[in-house]
């Protein structure tokens, strides 16, 4: 298993997007602590705005993609006892459908799903 496949395990099974789990995925993501989006998108976590630090990671990751995610009611099309937020990217408009560019992530909190989307998508950039 790839250390990306290893973040994504532990970030499925993860409750919040806390400090820690972002410099991990940031530092999975190619983006350093001497980078300015590194402390700008950390302290959006620090501040409360995990949502938007999601957002921030994948335009800074993946500049142009589009990305949408939300939360699905408890007992309703669940993935697991807690993975009830959902992100997902594409490359393209989310009108089209481009298997190949599009990725998602189920999580405890739709930040943590867009995560898991943009990691899904370095591993697959990675093993093209």
Known sequence: MSKLEELIAELEKAGDLGSRVMQDV???????????????????????????AAVALVNRVLPGWFWRGGNVPAGKYERGAYQHGWGHISKTDASNCDRDDEFTGWAATPELALCIAVLRAKLAQEEA
């Open 26 to 52: 940031m530092f999975a993501c190619g983006i350093r602590d001497y980078d300015t989006a590194f402390h700008r998108i950390l302290k959006l976590v620090e501040c409360g705005a995990q949502i938007d």
